[in-house]
């Protein structure tokens, strides 16, 4: 193989060959490790409201929200460490990824160098002026002087680009550490966590058991329930307002969304329920409390399903609030077509986050537990008017009292 040949075909791999690069989406980064470190501040807050109160050693519905509370946000944080974890993984494969790529380019490199070598070794200088002296035209020799003097510069870019690459897989194999250590971290985060929320769950079931022996803390949840059911209305009345200036618009773009006849409106009586087995422990409007023997207003349906049900949607819309209160947990708001909104309280898991359109039947976490039991509260709106849940359920589907 002679010098011009060698030198043709490495000037064409410098030209196929281009570095790849993993580039770290740096403020994306640190924007998620600031949501981190936010929700385990709210977490210790919590943390420690749980630890003054088990001082006093009193079992109160203000202990059993900072469990709620604390429960809420360690799911919150679990799952974000998990989609971190799977962020992380794609990072680890594509450095790997360059890391082969590099490493095969800086392979190519040192074999056209090597064969470089080989031939100056081989011919010398002398093979050089042989092939000036050999042009057959004037016009030939300037050519191969200027291939010879190309090649010999190529000789230094050839070493530069050598060392670059080395630098490079030595950068890529610094941020593979970095992103292995990170991953490391990151699951045995995840795994205390986990640690920790199964202890708190099966602490708050403790705590309920307490509760419940003291009618007491019955007639208190009523009273936060009147109070609740005050700011849910409130919160309804502030989606309204806040949906009036873009009203037709949302309302146009969720119909557009849904099946000719299948809106709000044209389902009711044939909604699905939003579990598919369990009984209805309290019907709409007024109903005697089962412990207190009270008059009651129910807004809505407390269907008894056992803790961890699947929850879904009963009909097509957008989620547009998730909200918790005291009596009724974490709670859902979702918004249909017409003006109806419908309500899903005492979810244990949610799945779903605001502004996120739902259909039918699509899951939005698993069903909690209350201080009346394991039940799931269910209600439905038009506009601020309160709706019989059970008027625009299937009659079929779920066992009565």
Known sequence: MNLLTIFAIVLFSFAAARPAFNFLHGDDIKKKRTQLDKLRGEIEKYESRIKESEKKERVTLDMLSSYDRQGVLLRKLIAKLHDRELTLQKDIEETKRTIRELSGQLSLLKQHYAAYVSTVYKYGRTYDLELLLSSKSFNQLLIRSEYLKRFSNQRKIDLDKIDTKRNSIEEENKILMNQLNEQKTLIAEKRKEETRLNSRTKKRKAILTEIRKNTKNYKRELDRRKQDVKELEQIITKLIE????????????????????????????????????????????????????????????????????????????EVSKIHWLPSYGNLIIIHHTDGYRTVYAHMSEISVNEGEKVNEGDQLGKSGESINGSVLHFEIYKDREKQDPEKWLRQRGLSQR
């Open 242 to 317: 806040e949906d009036r200036a873009s009203k037709d618009k949302k309302d146009a773009r969720i119909s557009s969304e849904v099946p000719a006849g299948t809106g709000f409106v044209a389902r009711r009586g044939r909604l699905p329920w939003p579990v598919a087995n369990g009984k209805v422990t309290s019907r709409f409007g007024t109903q005697q409390h089962p412990t207190l023997r009270t008059v009651t207003q129910n807004t809505g349906i407390d269907i008894s399903v056992p803790t961890g049900t699947n929850v879904h949607a009963v009909a097509a819309g």
